[in-house]
């Protein structure tokens, strides 16, 4: 894929998100995702529309995968605890909450 076609995907997913057509906002993700397979975010910004298709078994996987390719990060690790908290998994939605406070630096997210 060129990257102004990655680009006019990304930027169609993103309205997608913002009109709340999650469906519509994967679609354009997963066609990103298969060409950019390693790229970090790719994965997070599928997961994240797939929660709002709610798809969140489908949508843990792909934010594991993110979590293996960009590693501990802040919005990755919250997201990751409100799926679980979501998922009525307290267990797991209290171990990633906490990682997520690790990585956070914005007094106000912390508190």
Do not use: W
């Not at 906002?25 to 997961?47: D, W």
């Not at 908290?85 to 914005?106: G, R």
């Amino acid at each position: 894929m060129i990257k102004i076609l990655k680009n006019v995907y990304e930027r169609l997913a993103f309205n997608a998100m913002g009109m709340q057509d999650y469906e519509k906002a994967s679609h354009y993700f997963e066609k990103i995702l298969r060409a950019y397979p390693s790229e970090r975010g790719v994965h997070y910004n599928y997961a994240v529309s797939l929660i709002g298709a709610r798809q969140h078994t489908l949508a843990e996987k792909y934010l594991l995968k993110e979590l293996n390719i960009s590693g501990e990060r802040y919005e990755l690790l919250k997201t990751l605890g409100e799926l679980y908290y979501t998922s009525s998994n307290p267990i797991k939605a209290v171990a990633f909450l906490k990682k997520a406070l690790t990585h956070c630096v914005d007094e106000k997210e912390s508190s």
